[in-house]
């Protein structure tokens, strides 16, 4: 189980009985290992700052009745995190190679002999198809099956 701090942005109340209420939570961004600054450290989040400057959030239920402004302590399965990395990193990888391979074969056989393409080209386009069809299936994986749900693990202050 991964653990994280997390202070709560929103509540959202129960919608029916039985139902748990549920908060959104806003995690802050960390700065890395923190040796960007002192000699041997690589400076990587200074690169990755304007890509993640917004603060992430997450919706996890309320078992402790908490209210906004709260700082928790969220656990999240680590099985959870590995169906994460794997819909957001080995899948588009592995679309990407594959269709880069599917276009070096199909290019020369489809694309007529004039336009004297080579495998190259059709490598190009195909790793191309294999992006943007992992740009929809991770679109459709975040709207589809649920991954799990993030647990409250105890309220750290108010």
Do not use: N
């Not at 939570?25 to 989040?45: N, P, T, W, Y």
């Amino acid at each position: 189980m991964a653990e994280r701090e997390a202070h709560v942005i929103e509540t959202v109340p129960a919608s029916q009985t039985g139902v748990p209420a549920y908060v959104r939570l806003e995690f802050e961004i960390s700065g890395g290992c923190g040796r960007c600054h002192e000699a041997g450290g690589c400076g990587g989040v200074s690169l990755a700052q304007p890509l993640c400057a917004k603060p992430k959030t997450l919706i996890a239920p309320d078992t402790i009745g908490l209210q906004v402004g709260d700082r928790v302590l969220v656990s999240i399965p680590d099985a959870m995190l590995a169906q994460g990395i794997t819909r957001a990193y080995l899948l588009p990888l592995l679309l990407f190679f594959a269709g880069s391979g599917l276009g070096a074969m199909l290019l020369p056989i489809v694309a007529p002999m004039q336009w004297q393409l080579t495998p190259d080209v059709g490598a190009i386009a195909g790793a191309g198809f294999g992006l943007i069809a992992a740009w929809f299936q991770l679109q459709r994986s975040q709207r589809g099956q649920p991954m799990g749900a993030p647990r409250i693990v105890e309220r750290l202050y108010s």
